[in-house]
């Protein structure tokens, strides 16, 4: 059973649109949500992240989007660059820890030019 | 300079073969993981070490095993390699634990099993 479910799958979006990568989870302890930037041939790096007290969380073109009622939350891209195109991978974790995060399935980002 | 180096990049191995893949980390840091991404199905998560000869089993151990005698060093090893176990292998480091948990990964291990 996929805990953190991620979509789409993968998208393509033209230089300078807003991308929006979708994610959800079912378990209702997580409270901590990282999103992981992977390009190809590297490990995943940590991009941005946000706690369940939160709704909004901003750092320059990425945002993240949270609705805890509907257990769901989203990330933007704003003003998509080609240096964008990247896999992005939801996570979660519950507030005290002991348990490692749980990953989406990724969704790819091409940002054609 | 915070790292996490895996060794090798790449590597060919036949079916029943053993197979060593190595992780190291230069931020002293407690907790180390084993993950294995495969198209469309993400970061699967093999096993978790929580200091030296403190290891615990993920989501997919079967068919895995690990080794961590020093706290900078954390290996994976497939006793008689099978073919579905050809994926690419991630070794990640944790600073700190929930919502101030950040993993450092490595550049990864693309293993292929024939």
């Known amino acids: 059973q996929q805990q953190v479910r991620q979509s789409p799958q993968s998208l393509t979006v033209w230089e300078g649109e807003t991308a929006i990568l979708n994610c959800s989870y079912e378990?209702?302890?997580?409270?901590?949500f990282p999103w992981y930037q992977q390009f190809p041939g590297e490990g995943p790096a940590l991009l941005i992240s946000?706690?369940?007290?939160?709704d909004k969380k901003e750092d320059g073109r990425f945002t993240i989007f949270f609705n805890k009622r509907e257990k769901k939350l989203s990330l933007h891209i704003t003003d998509s660059q080609p240096g964008d195109s990247a896999t992005y991978f939801c996570?979660?974790?519950?507030?005290?820890?002991?348990?490692?995060?749980?990953f989406g399935t990724g969704t790819t980002v091409s940002v054609s030019p | 300079d915070m790292k996490v180096t895996q060794m090798p990049r790449y590597l060919i191995k036949r079916m029943g073969e053993n197979v060593l893949l190595e992780c190291g980390q230069d931020?002293?840091?407690?907790?180390m993981y084993w993950y294995r991404q495969d198209p469309g199905l993400g970061l699967q998560l093999i096993y978790i070490?929580?200091?030296?000869?403190?290891?615990s089993e993920g989501d997919i151990p079967k068919g895995y095993r690990v080794s961590r005698k020093k706290r900078e060093h954390f290996s994976l090893i497939l006793d008689s390699a099978k073919t579905n176990q050809t994926s690419v292998y991630f070794c990640?480091?944790?600073?700190?634990?929930?919502?101030?948990?950040?993993?450092?990964f490595g550049h990864g291990t693309k293993l292929s099993v024939l």
């Open positions: 990640a480091s944790s600073s700190g634990t929930g919502i101030n948990e950040r993993l450092f």
């Open positions: 378990d209702s302890t997580f409270n901590y």
């Open positions: 946000i706690r369940s007290v939160s």
């Open positions: 996570a979660a974790s519950p507030y005290q820890g002991g348990r490692a995060l749980i």
């Open positions: 931020m002293s840091h407690e907790t």
């Open positions: 070490s929580y200091d030296v000869d403190s290891n």
